[in-house]
């Protein structure tokens, strides 16, 4: 009977905990959308590594990724398949995946015959009955050991010892500083700089040279992945949270303490259209309605109203929202000759 395998990756890594099942032919992984195994991680490249599974057998090859990729800690050479055989471990950035190829088989049953019985020689039996034993050689008189006077017995000590009380160490001084994290896909015992230096520093696993570059990996490489995905901080889907005021500043906007997370994010999105219809109705409109969540309303066409005056409606009540602070965006946002009357309509 053909067996099947069941190709598997038991995923785990920053916010992922599952079991991938590898379908046949290419599967992608990387850290872009499109991929077939997407692991979000600065250490992993838009297109870092594929999988290829063709009958029983999987192969994996690192696509020229910045950080590499690892198989049971040894790095990949890039472009260059490596068959893959089940329990290994590989290591992309920071996630660790476990390969498992099980057979889907149903075992097979053997049928013995029971007809079939063992035939005993009888002849051998019989001559195994009739073999004369040899004779038997009296048992040998056993000399008794001389008798020897046992040790004497020495006194026990009961006497107990009782440690005196020992003061705790005090605790190091730590300066004001915060206690050290190290930053995830990094290790204190091994560094990829070894890969840089001759055969002759791999002494060990967790060799002197191993945990001093480890140390300075440690300090450099968080530098080098900020450099390598920079463009993660210009988005504002991705950026940091303290990133926002500084693309914000791009576009001349500021945020004060009101301005929520998810609100400068938003607002930054569509910061490249409203920039550019700086001025008008639609843009402030559309900056208060990111603000408050209401619909916004802004009458400027009102024969009843005074030259160069308009006025802000706005679906909710005033103790919903902060005056003061609707008040700083409009007079931000709008011409600086003209003038406005805000209501609160409930």
């Given at each position: 009977?053909?067996?099947?395998?069941?190709?598997?990756?038991?995923?785990?890594?920053?916010?992922?905990?599952?079991?991938?099942?590898?379908?046949?032919?290419?599967?992608?992984v990387?850290?872009?959308?499109?991929?077939?195994?997407?692991l979000?991680?600065?250490?992993?490249?838009?297109?870092?590594?594929?999988?290829?599974?063709?009958?029983?057998?999987c192969?994996?090859?690192d696509?020229?990724?910045?950080?590499?990729?690892?198989?049971n800690?040894?790095r990949?050479?890039?472009?260059?398949?490596?068959?893959?055989?089940?329990?290994d471990v590989?290591?992309i950035?920071?996630?660790?995946?476990?390969?498992?190829?099980?057979?889907?088989?149903?075992?097979?049953?053997?049928?013995?015959?029971?007809?079939?019985?063992?035939?005993?020689?009888?002849?051998?039996?019989?001559?195994?009955?009739?073999?004369?034993?040899?004779?038997?050689?009296?048992?040998?008189?056993?000399?008794?050991?001389?008798?020897?006077?046992?040790?004497?017995?020495?006194?026990?000590?009961?006497?107990?010892?009782?440690?005196?009380?020992?003061?705790?160490?005090?605790?190091?001084?730590t300066?004001?500083?915060?206690?050290?994290?190290?930053p995830?896909?990094?290790?204190?015992?091994?560094?990829?700089?070894?890969?840089?230096?001759?055969?002759?520093?791999?002494?060990?696993?967790?060799?002197?040279?191993?945990?001093?570059?480890?140390?300075?990996?440690s300090?450099?490489?968080?530098?080098?992945?900020?450099?390598?995905?920079?463009?993660?901080?210009?988005?504002p889907?991705?950026?940091?949270?303290?990133?926002?005021?500084?693309?914000?500043?791009?576009?001349?906007?500021?945020?004060?303490?009101?301005?929520?997370?998810?609100?400068?994010?938003?607002?930054?999105?569509?910061?490249?259209?409203i920039?550019?219809?700086?001025?008008?109705?639609?843009?402030?409109?559309?900056?208060?309605?990111i603000?408050?969540?209401?619909?916004?309303?802004?009458?400027?066409?009102?024969?009843?109203?005074?030259?160069?005056?308009?006025?802000?409606?706005?679906?909710?009540?005033?103790?919903?929202?902060?005056?003061?602070?609707?008040?700083?965006?409009?007079?931000?946002?709008k011409?600086?000759?003209t003038?406005?009357?805000?209501l609160?309509?409930?």
């Amino acid at each position: 009977m053909a067996q099947e395998i069941i190709h598997q990756l038991k995923v785990t890594g920053p916010g992922i905990d599952q079991t991938f099942e590898i379908p046949p032919g290419i599967t992608a992984v990387g850290r872009q959308d499109t991929n077939h195994l997407v692991l979000v991680h600065p250490l992993v490249s838009r297109r870092h590594a594929e999988i290829v599974c063709a009958d029983n057998a999987c192969t994996i090859t690192d696509l020229g990724s910045m950080h590499g990729t690892m198989v049971n800690r040894e790095r990949l050479e890039p472009n260059t398949p490596t068959p893959l055989n089940s329990g290994d471990v590989i290591e992309i950035g920071a996630f660790r995946m476990v390969y498992e190829g099980a057979a889907d088989t149903e075992p097979e049953i053997i049928i013995e015959d029971e007809s079939a019985s063992e035939e005993v020689d009888e002849s051998v039996v019989e001559e195994e009955e009739t073999a004369v034993s040899p004779p038997e050689t009296p048992p040998q008189p056993v000399e008794s050991p001389p008798t020897q006077t046992p040790p004497p017995v020495r006194a026990r000590d009961t006497t107990t010892y009782t440690p005196g009380i020992i003061a705790p160490l005090p605790k190091p001084a730590t300066n004001g500083h915060t206690k050290f994290s190290l930053p995830a896909g990094l290790s204190l015992t091994n560094s990829s700089y070894l890969n840089f230096l001759p055969d002759i520093y791999r002494t060990g696993y967790n060799n002197f040279i191993a945990r001093f570059l480890a140390l300075l990996e440690s300090i450099l490489a968080p530098i080098e992945w900020n450099v390598d995905n920079f463009d993660l901080f210009l988005d504002p889907a991705t950026a940091p949270a303290g990133f926002l005021p500084w693309l914000a500043n791009w576009f001349n906007l500021s945020f004060d303490h009101t301005w929520n997370e998810e609100k400068q994010r938003r607002l930054l999105e569509e910061a490249h259209l409203i920039y550019r219809r700086r001025g008008t109705a639609w843009a402030l409109q559309r900056i208060l309605e990111i603000y408050t969540g209401k619909i916004i309303e802004i009458d400027d066409q009102n024969h009843n109203l005074d030259a160069l005056t308009f006025v802000v409606k706005i679906a909710a009540s005033e103790r919903e929202l902060s005056r003061s602070a609707i008040e700083q965006i409009i007079n931000a946002n709008k011409p600086a000759h003209t003038n406005y009357s805000l209501l609160f309509i409930s």
